[in-house]
T-cell receptor, first 114, second 107 residues
Framework: DTGVSQDPRHKITKRGQNVTFRCDPI?????LYWYRQTLGQGPEFLTY????????KSRLLSDRFSAERPKGSFSTLEIQRTEQGDSAMYLC????????????FGEGSRLTVL | ELKVEQNPLFLSMQEGKNYTIYCNYS?????LYWYRQDPGKSLESLFV?????AVKQEGRLMASLDTKARLSTLHITAAVHDLSATYFC???????FGKGTKLSVKP
């Protein structure tokens, strides 16, 4: 297993455009998390899935953000009508519910909104 | 409101000296995680502390957990340059992170 992979690694877009990020977790992990991280800050929780069910979503998250994990494997995070404030690193992580709960992170997808 | 607070946020260390980072949290979580992040890189798990009184050690780093005080510490023994990074603690099911402590080690 090659770990958590994210695609694309970098995305530059114009304000108002939609963007989608994909995350492939470690294959035996049933939990998948999305975080956003800006420079000098800790990861900010966005949402998480157990299998295909989205169990929690940050109350601070704009409704322009949506995430799916249709078959309980890979996940997508879509941002509609992007704003400059959406510029950040979007991190995906996975874990197994039967384990200790530590997260295994991907390398992240960096979004720049012009 | 759920909070995870780390201090200090910045720590300039001298090689060979000992230091401690503190992580306070406001939930009743009995699990606490420490992660390391190198510049431009993603996060790497260091320790998972699963119960009150848990202590884990790896090399020059030792982490401990006091769930009654809602406090975890990360102790650095005889700092060396390759420990320079940002260290995060995190708690709870959603895995809420602190703001991180940026460590730099100077000769």
């Amino acid at each position: 297993d090659t770990g958590v992979s994210q695609d694309p690694r970098h995305k530059i877009t114009k304000r108002g455009q939609n963007v989608t990020f994909r995350c492939d977790p470690i294959s035996e992990h049933n939990r998948l998390y999305w975080y956003r991280q800006t420079l000098g800050q800790g990861p900010e929780f966005l949402t998480y899935f157990q299998n295909e069910a989205q169990l929690e979503k940050s109350r601070l998250l704009s409704d322009r953000f949506s995430a799916e994990r249709p078959k309980g494997s890979f996940s997508t995070l879509e941002i509609q009508r992007t704003e400059q404030g959406d510029s950040a690193m979007y991190l995906c992580a996975s874990s197994h519910s039967g384990g200790a709960g530590e997260l295994f992170f991907g390398e992240g997808s960096r979004l720049t909104v012009l | 409101e759920l909070k995870v607070e780390q201090n200090p946020l910045f720590l300039s260390m001298q090689e060979g000296k000992n230091y401690t980072i503190y992580c306070n949290y406001s939930t009743t979580s009995d699990r606490l995680y420490w992660y390391r992040q190198d510049p431009g890189k993603s996060l790497e798990s260091l320790f998972v502390l699963l119960s009150n009184g848990a202590v884990k050690q790896e090399g020059r780093l030792m982490a401990s957990l006091d769930t009654k005080a809602r406090l975890s510490t990360l102790h650095i023994t005889a700092a060396v340059h390759d420990l320079s990074a940002t260290y995060f603690c995190a708690v709870d099911m959603e895995v809420l992170f602190g703001k991180g402590t940026k460590l730099s080690v100077k000769p």
